[in-house]
């Protein structure tokens, strides 16, 4: 048989019947990562410790004491205030394939038999911006927390500000912010749980200002991004910069949890700070 008669080579075969999606490759160790494994760790490296995005709803399964959990303020969606190109139909589409309203999920729950209401959004949609629809759910649950004398949580993970929603957008981070005034002065706990990434808008808002604030290990947590921040100041940007591990030296935040020991962190702060 001539070299150009050559049958393909086997292993060619195999991967073309190989299904895809089944593993990924661990951006810090380069491990490669099965699905079910991830799965089982808390879509977590459990290699290295990487923490990789986690949905909203995985999420409160992962704190909330099981079968306590009861969502909130549904049925909310984002309009089209300022007329801008395509937004709608892109929300329409994102609701669609993310099974998610907006960008966060509200709901009350018991946290080691401790009431709480929490707020937790989801990167996965529009990369977790805050717009209108954002804004309302987080202080309609903020709301319902005084009103029932529950603990507040919130997990941030967001680009920041929704650009879309213009003015609209950026005035729910003082509305957020007021809302957890009167929580404070109501007596009842926040605590802020800070994700990769939290920037922009929600960082100089709700997700910096929690009674306790904790972050998941090696997350982003900034306002501008390094890039934009080494522009305007000129300066070489210290090591580690934005990450959870800077901001904690640095006294922005408290405490570094990793994502399987977060249930029991939270339910110790809540049986500390429960009036």
């Given at each position: 048989?001539?070299?150009?008669?050559?049958?393909?080579?086997?292993?060619?075969?195999?991967?073309?019947?190989?299904?895809?999606?089944?593993?990924?490759?661990?951006?810090?160790?380069?491990?490669?990562?099965?699905?079910?494994?991830?799965?089982?760790?808390?879509?977590?490296?459990?290699?290295c410790?990487?923490?990789?995005?986690?949905?909203?709803?995985?999420?409160?399964?992962?704190?909330?004491?099981?079968?306590?959990?009861?969502?909130?303020?549904?049925?909310?969606?984002?309009?089209?205030?300022?007329?801008?190109?395509?937004?709608?139909?892109?929300?329409?589409?994102?609701?669609?394939?993310?099974?998610?309203?907006d960008?966060?999920?509200?709901?009350?729950?018991?946290?080691g038999?401790?009431?709480?209401?929490?707020?937790?959004?989801?990167?996965?949609?529009?990369?977790?911006?805050?717009?209108?629809?954002?804004?309302?759910?987080?202080?309609?649950?903020?709301?319902?927390?005084?009103?029932?004398?529950?603990?507040?949580?919130?997990?941030?993970?967001?680009?920041?500000?929704?650009?879309?929603?213009?003015?609209?957008?950026?005035?729910?981070?003082?509305?957020?912010?007021?809302?957890?005034?009167?929580?404070?002065?109501?007596?009842?706990?926040?605590?802020?749980?800070?994700?990769?990434?939290?920037?922009?808008?929600v960082?100089?808002?709700?997700?910096?200002?929690g009674?306790?604030?904790?972050?998941?290990?090696?997350?982003?947590?900034?306002?501008?991004?390094?890039?934009?921040?080494?522009?305007?100041?000129?300066?070489?940007?210290?090591?580690?910069?934005?990450?959870?591990?800077?901001?904690?030296?640095h006294?922005?935040?408290?405490?570094?949890?990793?994502?399987g020991?977060?249930?029991?962190?939270?339910?110790?702060?809540?049986?500390?700070?429960?009036?």
């Amino acid at each position: 048989m001539g070299i150009f008669d050559r049958p393909p080579l086997r292993k060619n075969k195999s991967k073309d019947g190989m299904p895809e999606g089944l593993w990924t490759k661990c951006p810090e160790c380069s491990a490669m990562l099965h699905q079910l494994e991830l799965r089982q760790h808390h879509q977590t490296c459990h290699h290295c410790g990487h923490h990789f995005l986690l949905g909203a709803r995985d999420r409160i399964a992962l704190v909330a004491d099981p079968g306590s959990f009861e969502e909130t303020e549904t049925g909310l969606v984002s309009a089209n205030p300022l007329g801008f190109d395509r937004y709608q139909e892109k929300t329409v589409s994102l609701r669609e394939t993310t099974g998610l309203e907006d960008a966060v999920v509200t709901g009350r729950l018991t946290i080691g038999g401790k009431p709480a209401m929490i707020a937790v959004m989801d990167f996965k949609f529009f990369a977790g911006s805050m717009g209108s629809v954002v804004g309302e759910k987080i202080t309609r649950a903020i709301e319902g927390a005084i009103h029932e004398k529950r603990g507040m949580i919130i997990v941030s993970a967001s680009s920041g500000a929704r650009m879309q929603e213009g003015m609209l957008s950026l005035m729910q981070m003082a509305k957020t912010c007021g809302a957890l005034a009167r929580l404070g002065e109501a007596g009842l706990p926040y605590i802020s749980v800070l994700t990769h990434p939290t920037t922009g808008g929600v960082t100089a808002s709700f997700a910096t200002i929690g009674d306790v604030n904790l972050a998941e290990p090696k997350c982003m947590i900034g306002f501008a991004g390094p890039r934009v921040v080494k522009e305007t100041t000129h300066q070489n940007l210290p090591p580690g910069f934005q990450t959870a591990e800077f901001m904690k030296e640095h006294g922005l935040i408290d405490d570094i949890v990793p994502r399987g020991k977060m249930r029991d962190k939270l339910a110790t702060m809540l049986n500390y700070m429960m009036p």
